[in-house]
Nanobody, 125 residues
C-alpha cells in the first residue's frame, strides 16, 4: 500500500510563492503518475496539475503559467511550485498517485488510487 505525505503548506501574501512536497513510500515510484488537487471551503475538489512517469505535465487553466509540477524519482518525491499566488488559491492541497502511465482520467479524482492527507495553503490579500 502506497502512502503519501505532503508538506510545505503555510500562510503567504498575495504574489508570494510556496513549494509543496509529496513523498511516497512506494517502490518503483518512477512508474507512478502523480497528481495535485485542491479543495477550498465549500467547494468541490479540483484538479491542479499532474506529471506522468517521465516529465510530461498537465495543468488546469487556472494555474497554468503560475504553478509547476516536478518530480525527483531518487527521492520518491513530487513537487508543486506555486508562484504568483492569489487569494483564490487558498485551499487544502493534496497529492495523489496512480499506476496508470497515461493521461486517461488524469484530471479526475476517480483516476487516482492513493491520496495524501493534504496540506493547507492560505494566501492573504
Amino acid at each position: 500500500q502506497v502512502q503519501l505525505v505532503e508538506s510545505g503548506g503555510g500562510l503567504v501574501q498575495a504574489g508570494g510563492s510556496l513549494r509543496l512536497s509529496c513523498t511516497a513510500s512506494a517502490r518503483a515510484f518512477s512508474g507512478y503518475s502523480m497528481g495535485w488537487f485542491r479543495q477550498a471551503p465549500g467547494k468541490e475538489r479540483e484538479f491542479v496539475g499532474a506529471i506522468l512517469p517521465g516529465v510530461t505535465t498537465y495543468y488546469s487553466d487556472s494555474v497554468q503559467g503560475r504553478f509547476t509540477v516536478s518530480r525527483d524519482n531518487a527521492k520518491n518525491t513530487v513537487y508543486l511550485q506555486l508562484n504568483s499566488l492569489i487569494p483564490e488559491d487558498t485551499a487544502v492541497y493534496s497529492c495523489a498517485a496512480r499506476v496508470v502511465p497515461t493521461n486517461a482520467g488524469l484530471t479526475t479524482s476517480q483516476g487516482y488510487d492513493t491520496w495524501g492527507q493534504g496540506t493547507q495553503v492560505t494566501v492573504s490579500s
